[in-house]
């Protein structure tokens, strides 16, 4: 009896490390998933779309995307949204190519940050002070953000954006664009702070539990504004790399920033409220998101059906990957 | 009913292992054992809360499967369980009767409920407005309000997952009336609790659990404290309450409150905590002292009145706020620890992590030293699976553990604690108690506020008696009794105007 | 920060606030609207003026009530534009007999697949509701890519009719607000909504049903998008497969106004009444006293800023 | 009769003999007159509202004129006219996002008594006093017919199209469609660019970037054929036939780079023409019932009559404004 017995254990175990890597997979969020699943519809369908050169380039499209993705994760992870990317994106596209402040490119570009810190602080103070709801507070933003611009350039198109930005927006070294570093330099920094500070840990411990983390003296208030304020400054990148790669002004750039971002960060497996989420995860939704928009484009189905495939895969990835972790749940 | 071999695992855990039971009509059975001993998913599975993964589960000779809670209210199983699950924003009379409410023409009938929940609140004895939303709540109103939604269901079997861990003795004393009427209308009532008297006061027969398993059945007539005790634990247990060190002759202060008015009409209180004591706040239910040793964490900002933190011979004037004075080195131990103390979804090891690194910058490299989390498990019996298991999985006193151990992990001088044993295990407690006294006697600080007396008669050093907000009379634990503390408690037996300093 | 989270202890008015979340600021912010408009704007009293009013707001009310309840189960749905829209677009793009049965069907369908995606399979509704509402907007165009055709006569009489000097607009009003406030505050359903948004897992350990009721929260709330629409379609008499656009964000708003709590179980069908009211006053006054349309986004935006930061809830969060 | 010129220069044709009676509307001065407008968004529009603008500041009869503009939003357009109405103007000027989405509202102006002004032609769907348009089929058949020109009569085509669901973007589809009838000209993919040069810019990138074969590129008009010429420039792609718009910057790139082109002319001069058409009535001086522009386009030939070095891109021709006020908003 003792053979078929040990021989069930060792089998076991195998079954068991197979089903803790098996888990492990199935925890990864959606976006890997379905980043594979749209490469090989390409592979399939547009093997055009796969050659380095033009994956490079979608590469360089899902960089603004990917730099607005890192602040709403973070916004995510403290149970707080921030929907005022739009409305930054066109006070940045004003500033710097309107021509109406007669100064060199290099200040309008520190003043384009300074906004964006101010927006930021500004959207914290209401969300953390006068406690108003994060999704009407930035949404606000973005209108009064969008009205300013509007009130001084009423509708004239602005004119071209600085050389830096022109150059960072649209350059390349060989075949490789530069965009993507800029992405990759904000991305790696800000994943190595969240994951060894004690910062992190306190978005992990607000995320989990506001109240507890309150109650146990983690300086929630200066955390929040914290991460609003990185939040609307990686807007402001985003939005530097838009301008940059349209190469002139325009009113209504970076229109889809927020919620295509707000996409990407769940998609990217950041959940509210769980204190769990990483950084790798929104970026490779940003470029998944990206990718289905030239997929789609390239199969000319008109803008109809694009938008009903756009809408039909995001809502099935998102299913299938809850739907696999379902047994996670409370419910058993 | 009856449960016959059955098995629950949650992954490679076993909260139970082939246990049998069972209980007949018109009786009290107790069931007890460690913190993760399996009682509460043991009663969840009667619940319809889980399913057991083997075995199975016989009501009148019937088996039962239900899909849900649902499904086990309406086979007429009524259950308290362990966590509160009032709502919030729902009015007593609305959770009372939430599921079952009474209808008219198809529409609620409110009336018909506010009347219903009026009656049932009358039989515990309380005088809440039944149109109060259970969120404005303190934590005991709360579980009397668990207990009349428990008791006014029309069921056969009763369950109450440690309905006594938030109450005082008068309380305890009507549910122990109620509970007596439901044997004597031939229901069978579970009864889960860690304090151990009222195992022997309530229940019939008493079933003990350890590690999932099924360690004796017995009338409770047959057994003793010890007997009992020895049978949950494993292992005889010395003294519950570490003893007292003689009081230093020359005590400094950690903490000296000021003419504090916790909340607008509340009365100005004052007094020292010293260090190397443990300070007891003591008082019936409500009476203020979750005001006062809130408003001294700086969770809520008094009306008026000073705390100041002595160390080294300074003193620090703290502001009201909870970062100020957990910065300065006090701790605070909330009573509810599912909403306000620990982080459910993150793990052991990370709850432990956060309160090591309570005073590091936020740029500061959250490097913890792994050993000192396993320590502090180890010295908490932590019963988990590992460092890694999230804290909303754990049973309840294994979460408290964890969050009073997160708080002893952050090297603080002083540490107020609301119900330090809620929910936990005579072994456990001994533990924590042993913990407390240890961080004392290295120079801290404690004040519990606490619903029962006798812990505060074992573990306090001086206890302070409020009543109406007022600190009514300052006793020596080494010599005060149950009877003297009663009555400083009690209003109007007590003489007025004894008020410590 | 000691104000951070208000403590446990709410006497009996403000207690009960607690569940409506309305606060002072709710009533006072239309009415202070209504008095500056009497006084700024000569027109602003007028009958026709104020039955415009009355019409501009009638489909955000509805559509506001539905997302009302959606929000109360701790819920958002971001597809009631677009559910609006392709209503829009059915009821000029297809057969007139079938167009109304068809589009309540739409509505069934979406709210079941919102819900159901919400509910069973635990999909964050942000993420299920945006994906709905762009695969609508698509279906939209297809059934009918530019504005126009003709909405069925009846739907217009149903819409456009006046009695006893009422524009109909507010009899419509009156019908959603009646209905939802009878569901939501005297029916078993209705309290259990609140209950299973204010915490579904202590919801559920109290025996009732989760999974079912929310979605249908998210099926009544498509039934309403498909309301506004039919209104909304018959007031400008033909479709528009675009119509909804803005639906999305000013429901969300509106609520948000009204005192609503996106986390769940916080909010009243009153509250939305008035929130919708301040974002109408808002464009009627605008309208009215002439301000620049390039300034309008800012003073709607500064306006809002103010409008919810007075509100104070009680804890910090979406 | 002495007839009222709408704009110099034939730029607008009277395409009715039937008059607007006169005297019917005559009222006496000073007259407030609103203006509802479907949406601004692109600097042809601002230019156009500019324009109207400046009339009306320049006629002292005229007290007040207000501006309205809906967003696109068509519950907006339709609550703007009623409040337009309720302000009791005495001259209404409706540029609607779509003809029946409106008729109500005209139909209750014109009951009260208030002359109506449309911004396009609706073939009597609307009851309007008058009605003055440019553009529509007439723009999309030149486009076409210069690509069927161009190519042969074959080939693979892209249409670029505006605002989805916009009414006068139908109508030069439309054209453009009923222009290639006929050919062996196949449209290979149609995109909305929502007449935004970003978006245009992401959307040509996402083609070309697709490997989509094409030999000539349609435009609904704007800024969208610049943004593509960019993206043929970046990428190193053979340039093809576009067609474009009269637009400055569109027409510099077309005078540099020297590609075959044609421009419809879309006058913004149609924004001073409704606005003296409504004094005209208000005067009581005899208007037609329908006016249209559709002056020759421009094309390789009389380029350089149009183009301005010396005004930025979002310069419109053949504009109405005096030299001086161009050289302040439009200076370089
Ligand atoms: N949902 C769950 N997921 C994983 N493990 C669980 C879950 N619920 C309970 N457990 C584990 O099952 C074991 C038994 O827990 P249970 O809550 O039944 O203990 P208990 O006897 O009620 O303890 P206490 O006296 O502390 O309430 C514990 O080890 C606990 O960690
Ligand atoms: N999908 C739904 N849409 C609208 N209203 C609903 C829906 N489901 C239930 N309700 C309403 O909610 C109330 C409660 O219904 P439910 O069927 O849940 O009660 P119940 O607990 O089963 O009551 P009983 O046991 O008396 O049948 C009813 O008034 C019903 O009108
Ligand atoms: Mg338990
Ligand atoms: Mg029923």
């Known amino acids: 009896m003792s053979g078929p017995d040990s021989a069930a254990v060792g089998r076991t175990t195998i079954a068991d490390r197979l089903r803790a890597l098996q888990g492990a997979a199935l925890t990864l969020p959606v976006a890997y998933g379905g980043t594979l699943l749209l490469l090989l519809c390409a592979y399939i369908a547009r093997p055009a779309l796969l050659s380095p050169f033009l994956l490079l380039l979608i590469l360089r499209q899902a960089a603004p995307l990917g730099i607005a993705v890192l602040g709403q994760s973070l916004c995510m992870r403290v149970l707080s949204l921030d929907l005022s990317f739009g409305g930054v994106a066109m006070v940045v596209s004003y500033i710097l190519t309107a021509g109406m402040l007669p100064l060199p490119d290099w200040l309008l570009i520190l003043l384009c940050l300074g906004v964006g810190v101010a927006v930021g602080a500004v959207n914290a103070i209401f969300i953390t002070w006068l406690r108003a709801s994060s ?173 009903m495939m756009q809408g039909a895969i995001v809502a099935l990835a998102a299913i299938a990957y809850t739907a696999r972790n379902r047994n996670r749940g409370i419910w058993k | 009913m009856t449960f016959r071999e059955v098995t629950k695992r949650f992954g490679s855990t076993a909260a139970l292992s082939a246990v049998s039971l069972s209980g007949a009509a018109g009786s009290v059975h107790a069931v007890t054992g460690e913190n993760g001993a399996g009682k509460s998913t043991l009663m969840k599975l009667l619940a319809g809360v889980h399913r057991p993964d083997e075995g199975e589960i016989l009501l009148d000779g019937g088996r039962i499967a239900f899909a849900g809670p649902g499904d086990a209210l309406r086979a007429g199983i009524s259950t308290v369980f362990q966590e509160l699950t009032l709502l919030p924003n729902l009015s007593v009379a609305e959770n009372i009767f939430l599921g079952r409410e009474p209808r008219r023409g198809g529409l609620l009938d409110r009336r018909a409920m506010r009347r219903a929940a009026r009656q049932a609140l009358d039989r515990l004895g309380m005088t809440l407005d039944v149109d109060t939303l259970c969120g404005a709540l303190s934590v005991a109103e709360q579980q009397m309000v668990e207990i009349a939604k428990g008791i006014t269901a029309d069921a056969r079997v009763f369950i109450f997952d440690e309905p006594t861990a938030a109450l005082n003795a008068p309380e305890i004393a009507k549910l122990e009336a109620l509970i007596g009427e439901l044997k004597a209308r031939g229901r069978l009532v579970f009864y889960i609790s860690h304090r151990l008297d009222e195992i022997f006061r309530f229940c019939d027969t008493v079933t003990v659990l350890k590690d999932g398993e099924h360690v004796a059945t017995a009338p409770t007539a047959t057994l003793d404290h010890d007997r009992l005790v020895a049978l949950m634990v494993g292992r005889a247990l010395g003294q519950l309450y570490p003893p007292r060190p003689a009081a230093p002759a020359a005590p400094l202060p950690a903490l000296q409150v000021e003419g504090l008015v916790a909340r607008d009409g509340m009365p100005a209180v004052g007094f020292a905590l010293m260090r190397g004591e443990i300070l007891g706040l003591a008082g019936l239910e409500g009476q203020g002292q979750r005001d006062i040793v809130r408003a001294m964490a700086g969770l809520e900002a008094p009306s008026s009145g000073r705390v100041a933190l002595h160390r080294d011979g300074v003193v620090h004037q703290l502001g009201h706020s909870v970062v100020a004075t957990s910065r300065a080195g006090i701790g605070f131990v909330p009573e509810e620890r599912k909403t306000e103390g620990l982080y459910l979804t993150l793990s052991i090891a990370q709850n432990i992590a956060l309160g090591l690194l309570r005073n590091r910058r936020p740029w500061a490299r959250a490097r913890v030293d792994q050993g000192r989390i396993a320590e502090l498990m180890a010295a908490m019996r932590v019963r988990a699976r590992d460092h890694r298991q999230a804290v909303g999985t754990l049973s309840g006193g294994n979460q408290q553990k964890v969050m009073i151990g997160r708080w002893l992990a952050a090297g603080i001088d002083v540490l107020l604690v609301e119900e330090p044993t809620r929910g936990v295990d005579v072994g456990a407690k001994s533990e924590i108690y042993a913990l407390l006294r240890d961080f004392a006697a290295r120079g801290g600080a404690v004040l519990i506020t606490s619903s029962e007396l006798t812990e505060h008669l074992g573990l306090c050093d001086r206890i302070l008696v409020v009543r109406g907000g007022a600190i009514v009379a300052e006793l020596e634990a080494a010599s005060a009794s149950e009877e003297s503390v009663m009555r400083h408690a009690i209003a109007g037996t007590a003489t007025a105007g004894s008020a410590a300093a | 920060m000691s104000g951070g989270f208000v403590p446990n202890l709410l006497p009996g008015l403000a207690a009960r606030r607690a569940r409506t979340g309305l606060g002072l600021v709710t009533f006072a912010l239309p009415l202070l609207f209504f008095v500056a408009l009497s006084i700024g704007a000569p027109e602003f009293l007028g009958f026709a003026n104020l039955a415009n009013v009355n019409s501009q707001i009638t489909a955000l009310l509805i559509v506001s009530l539905g997302q009302l309840l959606v929000a109360l189960s701790a819920g958002v749905d971001l597809s009631v534009g677009s559910m609006l829209s392709l209503t829009s677009a059915i009821l000029v793009g297809v057969d007139p007999g079938l167009a109304v049965p068809l589009a309540l069907l739409a509505g069934l369908a979406v709210g079941l697949a919102n819900g159901i995606g919400v509910a069973v399979f635990g999909v964050h509704p942000l993420v299920m509701t945006l994906a709905m509402m762009t695969f609508l907007q698509g279906l939209a165009l297809l059934v009918s890519p530019v504005p126009g055709g003709d909405v069925p006569d009846w739907l217009e009489a149903v819409v456009r009719f006046d009695l006893a000097g009422l524009p109909g607009a507010f009899f419509w009003c009156l019908a959603v607000v009646a209905g939802m406030a009878l569901l939501l505050h005297r029916t078993r359903f209705g309290l259990r909504i609140f209950a299973l948004g204010a915490n579904a897992e202590s919801a559920a350990l109290n025996g009732i049903a989760v999974v079912a009721p929310q979605i249908a929260c998210y099926v009544i709330c498509s039934l309403f998008a498909v309301l506004a629409g039919m209104f909304l379609s018959a007031r400008v008499a033909t479709g528009d497969p675009t119509m909804g656009m803005p639906f999305a964000l000013e429901s969300v708003t509106a609520i948000a106004l009204g005192g609503v709590q996106l986390a769940g179980g916080i909010g009243s069908v009153t509250g939305v009444v008035f929130g919708v009211l301040t974002l109408g006053l808002m464009t009627n006054g605008m309208n009215l006293v002439g301000i620049s349309p390039f300034i309008r986004a800012a003073t709607t935006g500064v306006l809002l800023l103010l409008a919810i930061s007075l509100q104070r809830r009680r804890f910090i969060g979406v | 009769a002495d007839e009222v010129e709408l704009l110099p220069d034939g730029l607008m044709t009277p395409t009715t003999e039937e008059m607007v009676p006169a005297d019917k509307y005559k009222k006496d001065p000073p007259w407030t007159i609103g203006m509802s407008f479907g949406g601004v968004g692109n600097s042809w529009i601002v230019q156009m509202i500019q324009e109207a603008k400046y009339v009306a500041a320049q006629n002292p009869k005229i007290g007040e004129f207000i501006f309205v503009e809906a967003n696109w939003q068509p519950a907006k357009q339709v609550s703007d006219m009623e409040d337009l109405i309720t302000r009791k103007v005495d001259a209404l000027i409706v540029g609607p996002i779509a003809f029946p989405l409106v008729k109500t509202q005209v139909d209750a102006a014109i009951a009260a008594g208030i002359p109506v002004i449309t911004f396009g032609v609706s073939d009597g769907e609307l009851n309007s006093t008058t009605e003055i348009m440019g553009g529509g089929e007439e723009f999309g058949r030149v486009g076409g017919e210069f690509l069927r020109d161009k190519l042969g009569g074959e080939g693979t085509v892209w249409a670029f199209r505006g605002v989805a669901g916009v009414g006068e973007e139908t109508l030069r589809y439309n054209g453009f469609v009923k222009s ?76 540099e780079s020297g590609i075959d082109s044609v421009a419809p002319v879309f006058t913004p001069g149609l924004g001073p023409a409704v606005v003296r058409a409504a004094v005209a009535l208000l005067e009581g001086k005899p208007v037609y019932k329908t006016y249209f522009s559709s002056p020759p386009p421009i094309t390789n030939a009389n380029l350089s009559d149009y183009v301005r070095d010396d005004l930025n891109d979002a310069f419109w021709v053949p504009s109405t404004l005096p030299e001086d006020e161009i050289q302040k908003t439009f200076k370089r």
């Open chain 1, 135 to 307: 999704v009407i507070v930035t949404l606000a933003m973005a209108m009064v953000l969008g009205g300013i611009v509007i009130a001084f350039s009423q509708f004239r198109a602005p004119g071209d954006a600085p050389d830096l930005l022109r150059l960072v927006g649209q350059a390349r070294i060989g075949i490789v664009p530069v965009a993507p570093f800029v992405w990759l330099a904000l991305l790696v920094p800000l994943a190595l702070f969240l994951r060894l500070s004690v910062f992190g840990r306190h978005v992990d411990a607000i995320g989990a539990n506001p109240r507890a983390a309150w109650t146990s003296g983690i300086p929630v208030v200066q955390v929040i504004f914290t991460v609003h304020i990185l939040s609307a400054t990686f807007a402001v990148f985003s939005a530097f790399l838009l301008v940059g790669f349209v190469g002139v002004g325009s009113i209504d750039i970076g229109r889809d920033l927020a919620l295509n971002s707000l996409a990407a960060v769940i998609l990217g497996g950041v959940t509210f409220g769980a204190g769990r989420g990483g950084v790798v995860g929104p970026a490779i939704a940003a470029f998944m998101l990206t990718f289905l928009f030239n997929l789609l484009t390239s199969f000319g189905l008109g803008e109809p059906g694009k938008l």
């Open chain 4, 180 to 255: 290639l009838e006929g050919s062996d000209i196949k449209i290979g993919a149609e995109v909305f660019g929502d007449w935004n040069y970003a978006k245009g810019k992401q959307l040509c990138e996402n083609l070309v970037l697709s490997g989509q074969p094409v030999d000539g590129i349609w435009f609904s008009g704007a800024e969208m054929t610049r943004a593509c010429i960019d993206v043929f420039q970046d990428t190193g792609k053979p340039m093809v036939p576009m067609t474009g718009e009269g637009n400055n910057g569109f027409l510099k790139v077309w005078s």
